[in-house]
DNA sequence: TATTTTAGTAACGTTAGTGTCACTTTGATG
DNA sequence: CATCAAAGTGACACTAACGTTACTAAAATA
């Protein structure tokens, strides 16, 4: 290396990951990002061709993390044990659904690169959605899980639900756990 | 009136609302939307001074339709019965969760009229929040919502769900039915 | 210390969106 | 049919973002 650089690429993707969820793809540009990051908007070019490349590289960055994590499930042997992990793993990375969302809006694009990314990516979710199916089955099999709601709502319910937003902030552990027990019970009592 | 306008104020607001959904609040140009209308750009600012005043009239227009459906909640007397109404209603308008995030985008803004109507829309909103608490109020009376629960919870689930993508194109009242069963008694049996 | 390599800068032309304004078009009305 | 009011146009100046490039700055190494 011949001179050391101004940024890390943790304050880069962390800048990018803020940007993006403020302003979405469309309002996300490269001087917002070299503000930030005190350098100038040419050197940024240095690194990543446009903003498609970018964002792409920062979001298999953020999705090879989340299915690490993800891939921890396998240790837990119960179905129950399982859900527990997924809820509080889920928590701890509320904004992945919207990036994912962002994300999308990318066009097909010339640029090489960003078509590699972008297949990268494709190729992440798969892996993701490969844990979770292993998941529900799981469920199934136990018998935990009722038999007439489809898959993909049970995980859509999973995923979506951290996005509520907690207008009057209830605390957080008493929020995850009324969340926990509307999907595996529902809201209403019994009467 | 002098001259016919070659556009409908119908026209324009649902074109509005598709381009604000694809687009997002900072990828919405009024070139965009006076293509889509067959006229330059210049008439529109005729009837808008800028794209704040537009999306917030926009909004106050499809708040105010949901508003004037929300109230229908009151000529049921039983709260199941509103329960039912609401999830209802909420599925005819999936995108409005979205579209009020997008206006949320509009900041504090110079423009009078954009203050106005942004002063307008928390008034509707209130009004809205109005209908939803007492349908709350009305389940915690009747004992059919678990007490511990926190309301605005109870409303996210509502509002939250219809916007889990229905990936694999289940029927919609299979879809709608599920989503309804789980949010009143969950997804796991007992077993 | 001279060389090489990489980091970063600053200025350029380009494109796309903004808001304005003098002008033309259209159709209703006196 | 002359007039007038509203609808619509197209050009203008301006700004912000884009991507490129010739350049300078810094640090490792030979």
Redesign the pocket.
């Known amino acids: 290396?011949?001179?050391?650089?101004?940024?890390s690429q943790d304050e880069l993707f962390s800048a990018t990951k803020e940007f993006l969820l403020i302003h979405g793809y469309e309002?996300?540009?490269?001087?917002?990002l070299?503000e930030r990051?005190?350098?100038?908007?040419?050197?940024?070019?240095?690194?990543y061709?446009?903003?498609?490349e970018l964002i792409t590289s920062y979001m298999i960055h953020e999705l090879k993390q989340l299915l690490n994590r993800l891939q921890e499930v396998k240790q837990y042997v119960r179905f129950d044990d399982q859900f527990d992990f997924l809820m509080e793993l889920i928590f701890t990375m509320p904004e992945v659904q919207q990036l994912i969302i962002i994300a999308n809006q990318i066009s097909a694009n010339t640029n090489e690169k960003v078509k590699n990314n972008k297949e990268e990516l494709t190729q992440l979710h798969m892996s993701m959605y490969q844990y979770l199916s292993d998941f529900v089955r799981l469920g199934r099999q136990e018998k935990k899980l009722k038999e007439n709601i489809p898959d993909g709502l049970i995980l859509g319910f999973i995923f979506q639900t951290i996005a509520i937003p907690n207008h009057y902030g209830v605390p957080h552990t008493e929020w995850v756990a009324s969340i926990k027990e509307i999907i595996s019970h529902g809201m209403f009592t019994n009467k």
Chains 1, 2 share one sequence.
């Open positions: 290396m011949a001179r050391e650089r101004k940024f309002g996300f540009t490269f001087l917002l070299a990051l005190h350098i100038s908007r040419g050197a940024l070019y240095k690194y061709d446009n903003k498609d």
